[in-house]
């Protein structure tokens, strides 16, 4: 099982597809989503190289309230930050799969702050049972990003329709989940 895939037993729901034209737009559905994440929330971002993931992980952190900039741990792996709960960002680009056992971020995904995973395809399907997936494609076509979301588990669910609400709020749409 990869980390893409989610366990059957595991709660879903509908999962979101956006589609961003900018940079901006990007970052701005990081900051909706951000603002919506709870301490032990954790979020697996996967995707190609330029498919936005940094740039998501800023609006995230963003959203959050960090204040410091936000860059890609390719080398350092971890970046910790402070908003009004501690901001985990963590970049697996230079791991292989078999690498990700011992990096300890297990840690990590405890109850004090909210975790962001760039490239969680290395990561082993157990080691994020309950979190947001988040797919980013770029749409060559439309010179766009799509976004997919998805829950793993019954936390996520709870995140991703108040994720949906929030949008639909915003776009005047008013269904719930």
């Known amino acids: 099982m990869t980390a893409a895939s989610c366990s059957r037993q595991q709660h879903r ?26 301490a032990g929330d954790v979020l697996c971002l996967e995707g190609e190289l330029g498919t936005g993931k940094t740039v998501l992980a800023q609006g995230l952190a963003e ?13 350092t792996l971890i970046h910790e930050h402070q908003g009004r709960l ?6 697996l680009y230079r791991l292989s799969p078999n690498e990700t056992d011992s990096l300890g971020l297990e840690q990590y995904l405890s ?7 760039e490239w969680a395809e ?24 799509e976004i997919a ?26 269904r719930p989940c």
């Open 122 to 145: 290395r990561l082993p399907a157990e080691a994020c049972p309950d979190c947001l997936r988040v797919r980013l494609r770029y749409l060559v076509e439309a010179d766009s990003r």
């Open 149 to 174: 979301i998805s829950a793993c588990g019954d936390r996520a669910a709870d995140l991703l329709c108040r994720f949906t609400q929030s949008t639909r709020e915003r776009t005047n749409q008013g």
């Open 111 to 117: 109850d004090d702050g909210a975790v962001v995973v």
């Open 13 to 38: 729901v509908v999962p979101v597809t956006l589609q961003s034209h900018s940079e901006d737009m990007t970052r701005e559905i990081g900051r909706e989503l951000g603002r919506l994440l709870q």
């Open 86 to 91: 501690p901001f985990y960002h963590v970049d």
């Open 63 to 75: 959203g959050v309230g960090v204040t410091d900039p936000v860059t890609s741990p390719s080398f």
